[in-house]
Structure formats: C-alpha cells, structure tokens
C-alpha cells in the first residue's frame, strides 16, 4: 500500500492522524468515537501485534486490568440474572454485551500509552485539533446566543439559560470545551517556539473565548473545573506561575460582566446557589425527607438505597437505571428520585461495581497520582517529567474530582476520554522511573 511505503513515517503519521481526529468524533457523536477507537486498535493490533502488551506493568495497571475483569463477571452475575423475566432477559443480554465491549478502553489505554511510550505517534496534530474543536464549538455557541440557533439548526433550551451549540439538546457544550481547550494554552507554546513572541497576545484571547462560552453553555460544574484545572497548572509550571494573577483578574471580570449584563447567565447561577445554600441547610438539619429537598439530595437517597442492594460487586453496569425503574424502592413514604445513573462517577462505580470495584479504581487512580505528580513536586532529588505530561496530570485530576456532578461513567465520551488521558499520560512517564512493577 501506498500509505505505508516509508514504514516508519507512514505508520507514524497514520496513527497521528487516527487520533488527531478523535476531538473531532466528540463533537460528531458516538458512532464516530467508537469507529475510531475500533480503527486505532485493530490497526495497531495489525502493526505490532503483542508487542503492545509485552511493556512493563505498573501496579496501577495491574489494578486496571482487575477492574476490567470485575466488569465482566458482573456482566453476566448481577441482579437480573436472579429475576430473569421476559423483561428482565432485554436487560440482562444487555448488560453482559456491555461489560464485554467495555474492555475497547482497556485496549485503548495500552494502545496508546505503547504508541506514546515508543514514540510512534506525533501528539502535535491532537493538540492542534483540540485548540480547533474547542474554538468551533465556543464560535458556534456565540452564534447561537445571536441568532437563537446554531450554525447547525439546533435551537437554545427552553429555558434560554444553558446553550448546546453543535451538540443540540445534549448540553455538553461546556464540558467539552473544558476538557480539550487546555492543550491550547500550555501545549501549542511548547511546540510552536516561532509564535512564542505572540503567545503573550493569543493565549488570552483564546481563553477569554473559551471561558465565556462555557458561562454561555449554562454548565456550572466545567466552569470551575476549567478554573481549577488552570490554577493548578499555572502553579506547578515554573514558566507559566507569573500568569496566575492576572488570569485570576481576567476571571472575575467577565464572569461579574457576564452575571450583570446577561439575564439567563444571572439565572442560571443564582438558581445554582439557591441548590446548594438550601442542601447546606438541609444537610446541617439532618432533614432529609424534606419535601422541599434539591433533587441532588433525593438522587444521593436513591444512591444509598440502590447500593444497599449489591453493596460488595455491584449490580452490573449501567444497572443503576434497572434498580430504580424496574424494581421501585419506596423507603418510608418517600419516593425516589430514578435517573440514569448517580450524576457522579464514584457513586455509580459503588452501585455497579460495588465497594470491591470502588476500592480498586480508586486506588488504582491515587497510585497513578503518586507517581506522576506526587514524586515529580515533592520528592528529593525532583525527577524530570516532560513539560508536556503536565497538561495531562491536571486534566486527570479533574476528571477524577470526587465531588463533582457527571454523566455516566460507563458512557461513551466519558469513558474514551478519560482513559485517552490515562493512556498519554502513562506513555509520557519518565522511563528511567523506579515505578516499574514487572509481571
């Protein structure tokens, strides 16, 4: 093939190009990110064959692989097998497919941490298209604000107060941007040493952008990740900590801007801490049957009572909706509030996977913090790290936040997402690090 007529390169620029256009699939859809994922493992699969897992395994990975594995016995031993009905028999086929297929993102991480690792890939192309995903999808909510929808025909929420953009009515807007547009302060820099000069022009430009469309979008939760994951890396990064006060400034006047001039923005916020003052309240009464309760409190109810049920290995994936809706628990004349899932992803891991499957992950994610951050800030002699790993150690954190509201867990872009930054991450570790545990 013509494609790969210069190995070496060709190959290279090939799978460079599989994940530059991962950013991308986010926006498009599900089918995409999973097309793509399907493509970059088989083809690295065809390529190098088992030398992908012939690497050194950390205890962490270890951990990884024992989650995995959890998955898919609870996939098949849950709590449909035990009430297998004509309905329940839908859903337990369901979940075993699902806890199989799940395994893509374990193959996914070694993927690319081995393509990382060997540097077989070129992250240079990523960054870009992450810069240019996250200032089209922040372009597109402006142009919804203006003209009351998007340059796709989505219109704004009923409500006027959160904006999808290219994502319509799954308001995700701000999530997304919040997770891709880091690359483009700390990572185009690094590698464009020729706009170096200009850089004291185009990163605040950029960020001013991306941080008013995530107000824009309505989501709350991103804005302070977005926050947090800066503060974070302007502290830890020795070229970039001058910068810290002024983005501080830059923060708190265009969201005071924002707040004044924009109703729904007003609303949106206020209507925000009016939540959280009244579950302060509640939670310092110990009222929790109050009919008045947010609807996070009830959810957080519907948690504990579902855990209950299979509070050791879980109940299976994406289960939680079947505890709930199918098998209503009514706990002293109060009813519960059913969802999809918990809206944070250690409260679902503990009800699908259950304590056994929290205290895996958990530590399996606090060892991998150890040895990326811990020893690269705190530890005497200091041990290099790659200026381009850190991005990456922020990210993970704040994806990892436990207190912060989420979607699903097991869902699509959470999920590739999530190990996309563990896999680089892990790939950008110093080698000479005394962090090896071999198999």
Same mark, same amino acid.
């Given at each position: 093939?013509?494609?790969?007529?210069?190995?070496?390169?060709?190959?290279?620029?090939?799978?460079?190009?599989?994940?530059?256009?991962?950013?991308?699939?986010?926006?498009?859809?599900?089918?995409?990110?999973?097309?793509?994922?399907?493509?970059?493992?088989?083809?690295?699969?065809?390529?190098?064959?088992?030398?992908?897992?012939?690497?050194?395994?950390?205890?962490?990975?270890?951990?990884?692989?024992?989650?995995?594995?959890?998955?898919?016995?609870?996939?098949?031993?849950?709590?449909?097998?035990?009430?297998?009905?004509?309905?329940?028999?839908?859903?337990?086929?369901?979940?075993?497919?699902?806890?199989?297929?799940?395994?893509?993102?374990?193959?996914?991480?070694?993927?690319?941490?081995?393509?990382?690792?060997?540097?077989?890939?070129?992250?240079?192309?990523?960054?870009?298209?992450?810069?240019?995903?996250?200032?089209?999808?922040?372009?597109?909510?402006?142009?919804?604000?203006?003209?009351?929808?998007?340059?796709?025909?989505?219109?704004?929420?009923?409500?006027?107060?959160?904006?999808?953009? *290219?994502?319509?009515?799954?308001?995700?807007?701000?999530?997304?941007?919040?997770?891709?547009?880091?690359?483009?302060?700390?990572?185009?820099?690094?590698?464009?040493?020729?706009?170096?000069?200009?850089?004291?022009?185009?990163?605040?430009?950029?960020?001013?952008?991306?941080?008013?469309?995530?107000?824009?979008?309505?989501?709350?939760?991103?804005?302070?990740?977005?926050?947090?994951?800066?503060?974070?890396?302007?502290?830890?990064?020795?070229?970039?900590?001058?910068?810290?006060? *002024?983005?501080?400034?830059?923060?708190?006047?265009?969201?005071?801007?924002?707040?004044?001039?924009?109703?729904?923005?007003?609303?949106?916020?206020?209507?925000?801490?009016?939540?959280?003052?009244?579950?302060?309240?509640?939670?310092?009464?110990?009222?929790?049957?109050?009919?008045?309760?947010?609807?996070?409190?009830?959810?957080?109810?519907?948690?504990?009572?579902?855990?209950?049920?299979?509070?050791?290995?879980?109940?299976?994936?994406?289960?939680?909706?079947?505890?709930?809706?199918?098998?209503?628990?009514?706990?002293?004349?109060?009813?519960?509030?059913?969802?999809?899932?918990?809206?944070?992803?250690?409260?679902?891991?503990?009800?699908?996977?259950?304590?056994?499957?929290?205290?895996?992950?958990?530590?399996?994610?606090?060892?991998?913090?150890?040895?990326?951050?811990?020893?690269?800030?705190?530890?005497?002699?200091?041990?290099?790290?790659?200026?381009?790993?850190?991005?990456?150690?922020?990210?993970?954190?704040?994806?990892?936040? *436990?207190?912060?509201?989420?979607?699903?867990?097991?869902?699509?872009?959470?999920?590739?997402?999530?190990?996309?930054?563990?896999?680089?991450?892990?790939?950008?570790?110093?080698?000479?690090?005394?962090?090896?545990?071999?198999?």
């Amino acid at each position: 093939m013509l494609l790969f007529s210069n190995k070496s390169l060709s190959i290279k620029n090939y799978f460079s190009f599989l994940l530059s256009i991962l950013p991308i699939c986010f926006v498009a859809g599900n089918l995409l990110i999973n097309t793509n994922i399907l493509i970059l493992i088989l083809s690295a699969l065809f390529f190098f064959k088992s030398k992908i897992f012939q690497i050194k395994y950390y205890l962490f990975d270890k951990l990884l692989i024992l989650f995995f594995f959890l998955i898919f016995y609870t996939g098949f031993y849950n709590d449909y097998f035990f009430y297998l009905d004509e309905k329940a028999w839908k859903g337990y086929f369901s979940t075993v497919i699902k806890s199989i297929f799940f395994f893509r993102y374990l193959f996914l991480y070694y993927v690319l941490r081995y393509l990382v690792e060997k540097q077989i890939i070129d992250l240079k192309p990523f960054f870009i298209t992450c810069a240019l995903a996250s200032i089209f999808v922040s372009l597109d909510i402006f142009y919804q604000l203006i003209f009351g929808k998007d340059i796709f025909g989505f219109e704004t929420s009923s409500s006027g107060r959160k904006l999808g953009g *290219p994502f319509g009515d799954e308001l995700i807007a701000g999530s997304f941007i919040q997770r891709f547009c880091i690359f483009s302060f700390f990572i185009l820099p690094l590698y464009f040493q020729n706009i170096s000069r200009y850089s004291k022009f185009l990163i605040p430009i950029l960020f001013i952008i991306f941080f008013v469309a995530i107000i824009l979008s309505g989501n709350r939760m991103p804005m302070l990740l977005f926050i947090f994951a800066v503060v974070l890396i302007l502290i830890f990064n020795n070229q970039t900590r001058k910068f810290l006060i *002024p983005f501080i400034l830059i923060f708190t006047l265009l969201f005071g801007l924002l707040f004044n001039f924009n109703k729904d923005v007003r609303l949106n916020f206020l209507n925000f801490y009016g939540q959280v003052s009244k579950m302060i309240i509640i939670v310092k009464n110990n009222d929790y049957k109050n009919e008045h309760s947010p609807v996070y409190l009830k959810q957080f109810e519907t948690f504990y009572e579902t855990w209950l049920m299979n509070r050791y290995i879980g109940g299976g994936i994406k289960n939680f909706r079947y505890y709930c809706h199918e098998r209503p628990i009514v706990v002293k004349d109060t009813k519960l509030v059913c969802n999809m899932h918990p809206h944070n992803y250690y409260l679902e891991i503990l009800t699908e996977t259950g304590l056994l499957g929290f205290l895996i992950l958990v530590f399996s994610f606090l060892l991998l913090l150890y040895h990326s951050l811990v020893k690269k800030y705190f530890f005497k002699p200091k041990i290099y790290f790659d200026n381009k790993i850190i991005p990456f150690i922020f990210l993970f954190l704040v994806e990892i936040f *436990p207190l912060k509201s989420t979607g699903s867990f097991f869902t699509t872009g959470n999920t590739t997402y999530l190990f996309l930054i563990m896999g680089i991450m892990v790939g950008l570790l110093p080698k000479n690090n005394s962090i090896e545990n071999k198999v």
